[in-house]
T-cell receptor, first 115, second 115 residues
Framework: GESVGLHLPTLSVQEGDNSIINCAYSNSASDYFIWYKQESGKGPQFIIDIRSNMDKRQGQRVTVLLNKTVKHLSLQIAATQPGDSAVYFCAENTYSGGGADGLTFGKGTHLIIQP | EPEVTQTPSHQVTQMGQEVILRCVPISNHLYFYWYRQILGQKVEFLVSFYNNEISEKSEIFDDQFSVERPDGSNFTLKIRSTKLEDSAMYFC?????????????FGPGTRLTVT
């Protein structure tokens, strides 16, 4: 059947290359940011988070950069693998809310890894 | 590794019928959430729940929706009179608590189809 919904931005990279996925947020009060990965038919999977008192945080093959001045968040994935193919969402909320705040998700980017 | 589970994986119902979506959060978590994702769109926050009461809810979470923690393990979302536009993936999530990481762990989702 016909697919209905927003067209996701798509990023296509060669296997082994690095990828950078960008996200803009609008709420100046947000102080906690998270990247999630969503594979087809599954729930969002936590990748990495960062609080607003930092501008960079590294994980295994992933780095998140936060630029509060321009309200911009990016996710860098090093040496991409076929298993990295998924939709990536940024999300935000207020850490000071004590943990009960719902996350506000961005629109998502579809990352395609070319062999 | 502990995980959030959801049942059923797919629910088909007729417009106007009541549905209950079920979730078992991670056992030592204190915060519970429901989100929905309409096909091809971003994940949207519905409600958060802590200490046996709603902490926060979005505009989507109107009087047709309710949540309950009927026992020590289950967390449910009820839609009283389903509408066609309620068709979506519904994700349950949980997180530790105010003095722990804010990381929200998502379940695999329930696909609700309203006909």
């Amino acid at each position: 059947g016909e697919s209905v919904g927003l067209h996701l931005p798509t990023l296509s990279v060669q296997e082994g290359d690095n990828s950078i996925i960008n996200c803009a947020y609008s709420n100046s009060a947000s102080d906690y940011f998270i990247w999630y990965k969503q594979e087809s038919g599954k729930g969002p999977q936590f990748i990495i988070d960062i609080r607003s008192n930092m501008d960079k945080r590294q994980g295994q093959r992933v780095t998140v950069l936060l630029n509060k001045t321009v309200k911009h968040l990016s996710l860098q994935i090093a040496a991409t693998q076929p298993g990295d193919s998924a939709v990536y969402f940024c999300a935000e909320n207020t850490y000071s809310g004590g943990g009960a705040d719902g996350l506000t998700f961005g629109k998502g980017t579809h990352l395609i890894i070319q062999p | 590794e502990p995980e959030v589970t959801q049942t059923p994986s797919h629910q088909v119902t007729q417009m106007g019928q009541e549905v209950i979506l079920r979730c078992v959060p991670i056992s030592n978590h204190l915060y519970f959430y429901w989100y929905r994702q309409i096909l091809g769109q971003k994940v949207e926050f519905l409600v958060s729940f802590y200490n046996n009461e709603i902490s926060e809810k979005s505009e989507i979470f109107d009087d047709q929706f309710s949540v309950e923690r009927p026992d020590g393990s289950n967390f449910t979302l009820k839609i009283r009179s389903t509408k066609l536009e309620d068709s979506a993936m519904y994700f349950c999530a949980s997180s530790g608590g105010p003095d722990t990481t804010h990381e929200q762990y998502f379940g695999p989702g329930t696909r609700l189809t309203v006909t």
